[in-house]
């Protein structure tokens, strides 16, 4: 149990466009979802948290309105990257609060998305 | 300073050694401790999970937390190769909400 995919897994686009990322927990209903951003070598970094129904929380330095995020429902969560540029570039991750196997709790992590912008 | 320190390393070892990995932290209101698994270019996975102080032993895994010290370690006994991935720790101070990641040390266990 306890599984969260991300679609796509990889995306390449042009500088001004926007992508958007989306987050599924397949097995569980994830009443809250975060989406970290992680560069070569670098630790995660948690971007937002998002709950279902209501507006994220952004971290500070992180910019609600280039990195939208919504959470419809309780198991799909979305990321758009709004006007892309190449320092935009990374690897994103999503991951659900919920409940894994043996019962216990956890935040359960999407495969990623490479996003490269040219 | 940051909340939690990692060392990136790399780490090598050979087939059948044990792994120490270790994270120091600052934040006294952690209670919450994890290690993740992270394979190249994959999402991490959780490995275990402890909360407060103590030992928890999970097959070839054992995490070990010491809030007086504000350390935390991960044991891995008769290492594979295919435990060649880069280990983060994460912390959190109320469950599995807003965790805190170390940088992770990448591990390498040569055949």
């Known amino acids: ?27 569980f209903q994830a009443t809250t979802m975060f989406w970290y951003r992680q560069f070569p070598k670098q630790s995660l970094m948690l971007m937002a948290t998002s709950n279902e129904g209501s507006k994220a929380t952004y971290e500070q330095g992180v910019e609600k309105d280039k990195f939208l995020i919504n959470h419809a429902s309780l198991t799909l969560s979305t990321l758009t990257v709004t006007s892309a540029h190449p320092e935009d570039s990374s690897f994103y991750i999503c991951s659900a609060g919920g409940q894994g196997g043996q019962g216990h709790n956890g935040q359960f992590f999407g495969p990623g998305t490479r996003l490269t912008v040219l | 300073q940051k909340e939690v320190e990692q060392d990136p390393g790399p780490l090598s070892v050979p087939e059948g050694a044990i792994v120490s990995l270790n994270c120091t932290y600052s934040n006294s209101a952690f209670q919450y401790f994890m290690w993740y698994r992270q394979y190249s270019r994959k999402g991490p996975e959780l490995l275990m999970y402890t909360y407060s102080s103590g030992n928890k032993e999970d097959g070839r ?6 809030k007086s010290s504000k350390y935390i370690s991960l044991f891995i006994r008769d290492s594979q190769p295919s435990d060649s991935a880069t280990y983060l720790c994460a912390m959190s101070p109320t469950g599995f909400q807003k965790l805190v990641f170390g940088t992770g040390t990448r591990l390498l266990v040569s055949p």
């Open chain 1, 1 to 27: 149990g306890a599984v969260v995919s991300q679609h796509p897994s990889r995306v390449i686009c042009k500088s001004g466009t926007s992508v958007k990322i989306e987050c599924r927990s397949l097995d």
């Open chain 2, 61 to 66: 895994f054992t995490a070990q937390v010491d």
